[in-house]
């Protein structure tokens, strides 16, 4: 790879992740839907991950309307889910496929904007076990199948507040940083002795509904669409990337 590379100037080859197998959380709304109807579009087989169904069916529809090969949906909810139902999604994607080529860990809850000072206890500890806990859960129950693929890459989702913390973003931030950490200790794990990758990606500024939560007053038209970002999602999620692990991108330019 070059190494002045951008992963976000990545141009995929329309069947880039044929024969791939790629499981997203929060894959029914916002970014996660974007990457999962991208992925598809470029040949994969995807697993949609999400607490909402009616989300995942309708870009199930999505999906199959496109021409794409018909998703399975795996309801989850990362907030509640017991240790039987992270069995059964792996043991359901071990009988149907044998393995997992890729794993995008992308959803994730933002809790309130408040200083650590005020920080609600119960909440922070909702948002550290939806966007840490449990992405670390579900990692290690597919683990044996991502070992299973010639190829695997494991995608964590940053933030810029999980790189520099800011004011007020409290449990969010934190979580965030936890999850480049995880992000590079299963990296250092799992070099030299599998073909499983791991990184992280930041998608920057995006429309989305957790953006709007977050900066209500800011005017959406200057944001980038979901639909926008996906090329260093699939540059990580598929064969570009391979031998590139331990690292943190951006989906977008720095502003
Ligand atoms: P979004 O549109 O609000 O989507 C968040 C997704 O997470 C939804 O699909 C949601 O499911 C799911 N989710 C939340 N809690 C869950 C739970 N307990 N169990 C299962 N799924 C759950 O947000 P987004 O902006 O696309 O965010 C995607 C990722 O990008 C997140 O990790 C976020 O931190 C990160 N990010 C976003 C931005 C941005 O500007 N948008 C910037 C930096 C980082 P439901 O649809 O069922 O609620």
């Not at 496109?66 to 043991?91: C, F, S």
């Not at 507040?161 to 590079?184: D, M, N, T």
Request: with cysteine; net charge neutral; glycine share 10%.
């Amino acid at each position: 790879m070059n190494a002045t590379f951008e992963p976000r100037l990545h141009r995929a080859a329309p069947d880039e992740l044929a024969g791939r197998v790629i499981a997203i959380t929060g894959a029914g709304d916002g970014i996660g839907r974007a990457v999962a109807v991208t992925c598809a579009a470029h040949g994969a087989e995807v697993v949609l991950l999400g607490r909402t169904v009616g989300k995942l069916e309708k870009v199930y529809d999505e999906i199959v309307a496109a021409g794409g090969v018909a998703p399975i949906i795996a309801p989850l909810d990362l907030e509640k889910a017991t240790a039987h139902e992270y069995d059964a999604i792996a043991a359901a994607i071990g009988t149907r496929y044998g393995r997992l080529d890729g794993l995008l860990h992308n959803a994730s809850l933002l809790g309130d904007l408040s200083p650590i000072e005020h920080y609600d206890v119960p909440l922070f500890t909702r948002v550290l076990h939806v966007n840490v806990t449990a992405a670390f859960a579900l990692t290690q129950v597919l683990l044996a199948q991502l070992r299973a693929s010639p190829d695997a890459s494991v995608v964590f989702t940053s933030s810029s507040v999980g790189r520099r913390g800011r004011a007020y973003w409290g449990a969010y931030a934190v979580s965030k940083f936890a999850i480049e950490g995880l992000s590079q200790v299963l990296a250092d794990e799992l070099a030299g002795t599998t073909a499983v990758r791991v990184n992280a990606i930041n998608p920057g500024a995006t429309r989305t509904a957790m953006r709007r939560a977050a900066y209500p007053a800011e005017d959406p038209a200057r944001l980038a669409m979901p639909a926008d970002i996906t090329a260093a999602y699939v540059f990580l999620l598929g064969p570009a990337s391979k031998g590139m692990t331990g690292q943190s991108v951006d989906a977008q330019a720095p502003r």
